[in-house]
């Protein structure tokens, strides 16, 4: 049965505008028909119906991509392991997502659509087993990691430093999953804020949100000693391949920390392209990084940091939202370009990036993983 990416594209346009009631059909009719399988997910299911929703939409909108479907896939297949997913649970997750397709898209739907989900769901999870597989042999599931050092650097932000029990290896701009011994089995995304270190610590700058569980726990209530668990590191934004492009990077409060990682691999290739870090937040005060990026600026000749506040008439320095300030310098058409914050922020700033003459192959984006 061979791949048929327009019908499942079109068909998933109709379901998109109802995406939080066919989240929350899927999941109870696959725990309705395999109660057994609600013990894998944590006890509240809004955060795990959007990030459902989110890969879903990822997917469906890649698979006329195959390389870029089959690393996000295989990424995705090696980070379920720390579930406890099998490979026997991928037909009852299977049935339960024809079902809401099939309810959801019933106006436009045909054996023909059928047909194609079918194939596009056989082909996905085949990557995610395999990727899994062949991963159970080289990798824990999970690490667990101690907490060697824990800075409040604002009421609401902490910059938080583990050393994993086994080496977890990374790329510079990749992120990792968290759980707290305070919540079990509710895993949420942090970027990391550092480069490989031969000491195997990691380094994540964490954003205590309204009513978000673990980033509460992390920056509030974790001190050194404690210990946490990390799922394998996934994300696609790494350092540019060696060559002389000048890099900008455009960072949004605690979107940060994967741009520092890469700027610290950069530095440590012993390459040196000028490096514009434009470095935003609300009020001087929220900008708990920046004595060390001044340390890095000191000692890295290449690399320009520049302050951005967006909330304070008074500030004495850049002021305004960052996606109006990329404008106000030369053309970064040339540039390697990193974009990272908050959502409305990194479209913006692509946005404006493109419209300015920068080629969308150049831009490299994600988005702060705040915990709703």
Known sequence: MSLNPRLVKESFSVIEPVAGKAAAYFYGRLFAENPHLRCLFPPGMDAQRDRLFSALTRIVWSLDSPDSLASFLGQLGRDHRKY???AEHYGAIGRALLATVRRFAADVWTDEIEAAWVAAYNAAAELMMRAAQEDAGVSPAWWVAEVVDHERRTPDIAVVTVR????????????????????????????????PRADNTLRLHVRSVPGGWVSTTLARDTRIGDAIMLGPPMGTMAPPEAGCRDVLCVAGGTGLAPLKAIIEQIIASGRRPGIHLLYGARTADELYDLPDLVRMESAFPWLRVVPVVSGDSSYDGMRGRLPEVTQRFHS??????????????VSETVRRLQEDGVPPARI?????HDER
């Open 332 to 345: 970064w058409a040339e540039h390697e370009v990193y974009v990272c914050g908050p959502a409305a922020m």
């Open 364 to 368: 490299h984006r994600d988005v702060v």
């Open 164 to 195: 994993p029990t086994q080496r977890l290896p990374f790329t510079a701009g990749q992120y990792v999953t968290v759980q707290t011994a305070r919540w079990p089995r509710v895993w949420r995304p942090f970027s990391i804020a550092n480069a």
């Open 84 to 86: 406890g997913v099998l």
